[in-house]
DNA sequence: GATTGACTTGGACTGAGTCCAATGTAGGAT
DNA sequence: ATCCTACATTGGACTCAGTCCAAGTCAATC
């Protein structure tokens, strides 16, 4: 355990946030000013592998860092400024695959991304 | 409706594929040998604004084209190979989300995601 | 045949991410 | 306390997908 991946831990901890790998990167220079990019890479990699933070890519441009990995859920994502908000569907969906829609593959995990228009959008 | 476009459309025709842009051009290339990157991706913008073509991030890499965009249906990919199977699973996943779980946000539309291991890679 | 505006092209550019050789360092061995 | 070594870190080059743009082409109209 190096300065560097405690730092990188700690920019996760807490928050239920989802940042890019850039914005956790500039939140870790603000506390340990000459960690690089790569470190920052390779230390989201290990949590990721680790099952302790997980890759979402709700956008199409840079995946996103989610430290809520114990508690399973799914995103609700703006459509126009990319706010995130966890959400836990009612349901199962892995439930509602058949069988005849399986295609003989082994499913083993499900993502729901609901997308729309966030309040502060919409210019209630 | 330049020939240029009429190749691209003709690629995503018939069969149910996800084609990344390189291999829609490639496939282009094939019929109309000078055809630009530049325009199939003007062209598979195009097709997406038009509702025709529908973008879909199954993996973290490329984009992937998606022709069948009037069967609202979902996918099933396999982790190893990247293989994609549409899916028309049961259920509507937005009647799943609780009102007290939209957080203001109007909501549109949900992309289901299944993830597996399909039977070739399983090694069956 | 000239004009014109839309379409196409190649190449430069960007953003996100990966890779790698060189350097630094934590912490066990002596 | 010092030395060693395996591992972590660094910066920069590189890749890949995608975007942008100025210049060139082309087809339709006049
Ligand atoms: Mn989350
Ligand atoms: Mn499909
Ligand atoms: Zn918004
Ligand atoms: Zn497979």
New binding site residues.
């Given amino acids: 355990?190096?300065?560097?991946?405690r730092v990188v831990a700690e920019v996760l901890d807490g928050e239920h946030v989802h940042l890019?790998?850039?914005e956790v990167h500039a939140r870790a220079v603000a506390k340990?000013p000459?960690?690089?990019?790569?470190?920052v890479?390779?230390?989201l990699?290990e949590l990721v592998s680790l099952g302790e933070v997980l890759e979402v890519a709700t956008d199409?441009?840079?995946?996103r860092y989610d430290p809520n990995a114990h508690q399973p859920h799914h995103h609700l994502v703006c459509a126009r400024c990319g706010a995130i908000r966890d959400v836990h569907p009612t349901g199962n969906p892995l439930a509602d695959l058949p069988d005849s829609e399986r295609f003989g593959f082994t499913v083993s995990d499900v993502e729901v991304t609901y997308r729309g228009v966030c309040p502060n959008c919409a210019g209630g």
């Fill in positions: 355990m190096t300065s560097q991946r890019t790998a850039d340990l000459e960690i690089s990019r790569a470190t890479y390779n230390t990699g199409k441009r840079a995946k």
